[in-house]
């Protein structure tokens, strides 16, 4: 039972570190895309620039709490 834990718990920590990368990525991509829009007048653009921020933030912070859930005592 131990081992399946263990195993669980990497999985966790793997799953938590590739979704604050990915969360990170998405959340730059999303300030570009805002500072574009701002300078370029295209509302549309800023406005998926700030989503794309939410999104990127929501999923950093989903990866940081798997990682802690993965963390074996």
Same mark, same amino acid.
């Given at each position: 039972?131990?081992?399946?834990?263990?195993?669980?718990?990497?999985?966790?920590?793997?799953? @938590?570190?590739?979704?604050?990368?990915? %969360? $990170?990525?998405? !959340? *730059?991509? /999303? +300030? #570009?895309?805002?500072? &574009? =829009?701002?300078?370029?007048?295209?509302?549309?653009?800023?406005?998926? @620039?700030?989503?794309?921020?939410?999104? %990127? $933030?929501?999923? !950093? *912070?989903? /990866? +940081? #709490?798997?990682?802690? &859930? =993965?963390?074996?005592?």
């Amino acid at each position: 039972m131990s081992n399946e834990r263990d195993a669980q718990d990497k999985n966790l920590t793997r799953q @938590g570190v590739e979704d604050s990368i990915k %969360g $990170k990525a998405k !959340d *730059a991509t /999303g +300030k #570009v895309k805002d500072a &574009a =829009g701002g300078l370029t007048g295209n509302v549309k653009l800023q406005a998926e @620039g700030k989503v794309d921020q939410l999104v %990127g $933030k929501t999923q !950093d *912070a989903i /990866g +940081k #709490v798997e990682r802690k &859930a =993965g963390r074996t005592e």
